[in-house]
C-alpha cells in the first residue's frame, strides 16, 4: 500500500518538472514582462467549509514563494463574495501581477477574473475552475477521479459491510462549485448502474449550499427523518459534510453501522476513520497543488509562460484552459499512516487521548 501510495506522489513531482517554458511569447501578456517587481496575490474561499485552506493550502503557498523569493499576499474572503472582490481590488491596486483565486462561485470569479485581466495582471484558477472565466491556468486535482474513489470507497465499505440492497444518501458539494458537480459525475459513474439494476436504491440526494456543515447536519437529519431511518450508506462530498452526517449518527446510535464517505484527510476524519465512524477520505496532496500553482503563478510573474501539456474544457467559456491535473489517493483505516508519512497532518493532531490506542493499532508510530 505505501509504495503505491509513494508512488503517486512520484507522479506528481514528474508532471511538475514537465511543465516547460515556451519563450517569452507573452509580451502582450497580463503580467507578462511589465518589468514590474513580481508579487503573487491569492484568495481562499473560506476557513469552515474545509480546513485545508487555511492549514494546508495557505502554508504549503507561503513556503514555496517564499522560497522562490518572491512577495506574496493570502487572503481568506472568509465565504464572503462582497470580501472577495474587495480583496481582488485591494491586491490590484497594491501592484501584484498575477492573481490566483479559489472561488465561491463562477459570476464573483469571473468578475474578479476580468477586472484583472483588464488592469494587466495574469490570473489562475486554483483547485475550482471559474466556468466562463479567463484564467490564463487551473491547477487541480482530477476532481471526476477523486468522485469515483468516493463512490467505490462506499462500495467496498458497503460490501465488507455485507449490506443488501442497500438505501444510499448522497451528500453532495456546493451547487455553486464546479468542483462539487465534477466529484458527482465521478461518484455517480460507479454508483448509477447499482441504483439501475436494482442492487442499491437512492434514499435521498440533496446539495449543500456553499459546503456549510451546520446545514449539512440539517439536511441529513431530515433525510433521515423521510427515509424513517432507513440510510445505509452516506456518499458524503468532502469530511466536513461526513463529519456533520456522523454527528446526526451518533445521536441515533447509528454510526459506525452507516459506512460515511469523505475527501480531505482532515485531522477529524483520519480520527473518524480510525474510530470506524467514517468508511474512507481522499487525500490530495495539497503540496503538489500549492507547489504547481506557485510555478506556473512564480513563471507569469516573470513574464514567462510554461507549458502544462494538458487541457481541462470550460463548458461555459467554451475553452480549454491549459491545466495542471493531479491524482488523489484513497484512504482507509489501513492506510492513514501514509498520510502522516507525508507530513499533510501530524501525528499529535490526530493521535490524542482516546485515538493514541487507535493510531497504535493502525501502525502509527
Ligand atoms: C475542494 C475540496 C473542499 C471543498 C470545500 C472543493 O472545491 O476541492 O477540497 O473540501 O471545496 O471547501
Redo the contacts with the bound molecule.
Keep these: 500500500m505505501r509504495k503505491g501510495f509513494l508512488a503517486i506522489g512520484a507522479v506528481g513531482v514528474l508532471a511538475l518538472g514537465s511543465l516547460t517554458a515556451c519563450g517569452d511569447d507573452s509580451g502582450d501578456q497580463a503580467g507578462g514582462g511589465s518589468g514590474k517587481t513580481p508579487k503573487i496575490g491569492v484568495i481562499l474561499?473560506?476557513s469552515s467549509?474545509?480546513v485545508?485552506?487555511e492549514s494546508a493550502d495557505r502554508r504549503f503557498l507561503k513556503e514555496a514563494f517564499d522560497a522562490a523569493g518572491i512577495e506574496s499576499d493570502i487572503q481568506n474572503a472568509q465565504g464572503d463574495k462582497n470580501a472577495f472582490q474587495t480583496l481582488a481590488d485591494q491586491m490590484i491596486t497594491s501592484g501584484v501581477t498575477v492573481l490566483m483565486i479559489?472561488n465561491l462561485d463562477s459570476g464573483t470569479g469571473k468578475a474578479v477574473l476580468d477586472k484583472a485581466k483588464s488592469q494587466g495582471v495574469a490570473t489562475i484558477d486554483y483547485?475550482?475552475l471559474t466556468l466562463g472565466g479567463s484564467a490564463e491556468y487551473y491547477v487541480?486535482?482530477d476532481?471526476v477521479a477523486?468522485g469515483k474513489l468516493q463512490g467505490e470507497g462506499l462500495v467496498k465499505c458497503l460490501t465488507d459491510a455485507k449490506a443488501e440492497k442497500p438505501a444510499i444518501a448522497y451528500l453532495n458539494?456546493?451547487p455553486t462549485?464546479n468542483?462539487?458537480t465534477l466529484f458527482k459525475e465521478g461518484y455517480d459513474s460507479v454508483l448509477k448502474p447499482k441504483f439501475d439494476s436494482g442492487e442499491y436504491t437512492k434514499a435521498a440526494d440533496d446539495s449543500v449550499p456553499d459546503?456549510d456543515n451546520t446545514q449539512a447536519a440539517t439536511i441529513f437529519e431530515q433525510q433521515l427523518t423521510k427515509t424513517g431511518g432507513k440510510i445505509d450508506g452516506v456518499l458524503s462530498?468532502?469530511?466536513?459534510l461526513g463529519n456533520a452526517a456522523i454527528s446526526v449518527l451518533k445521536k441515533n446510535n447509528l454510526n459506525g453501522k452507516v459506512p460515511v464517505t469523505g475527501?480531505?484527510a482532515d485531522p477529524q476524519a483520519l480520527q473518524n476513520i480510525l474510530a470506524g465512524d467514517q468508511c474512507m477520505t481522499v487525500y490530495?496532496a495539497v503540496k503538489k497543488e500549492a507547489d504547481a500553482a506557485a510555478e506556473l503563478a512564480i513563471a507569469l510573474a516573470k513574464g514567462e509562460r510554461k507549458q502544462t501539456g494538458q487541457t481541462v474544457r470550460d463548458p461555459e467559456g467554451n475553452r480549454d484552459v491549459p491545466a495542471v491535473l493531479l491524482t488523489p489517493a484513497a484512504i482507509y483505516k489501513e492506510n492513514v499512516k501514509d498520510v502522516i508519512a507525508d507530513g499533510y497532518v501530524t501525528k499529535e493532531q490526530v493521535c490524542t487521548g482516546d485515538y493514541a490506542k487507535l493510531c497504535a493499532d493502525a501502525g502509527i508510530s
Excluded at 462530498?237 to 466536513?240: C, L, M, S
Design positions: 474561499p473560506d467549509s474545509s485545508r485552506w479559489v483547485d475550482r487541480s486535482f476532481n477523486v458539494g456546493s462549485d468542483n462539487a459546503w462530498a468532502n469530511d466536513g475527501q480531505d490530495k
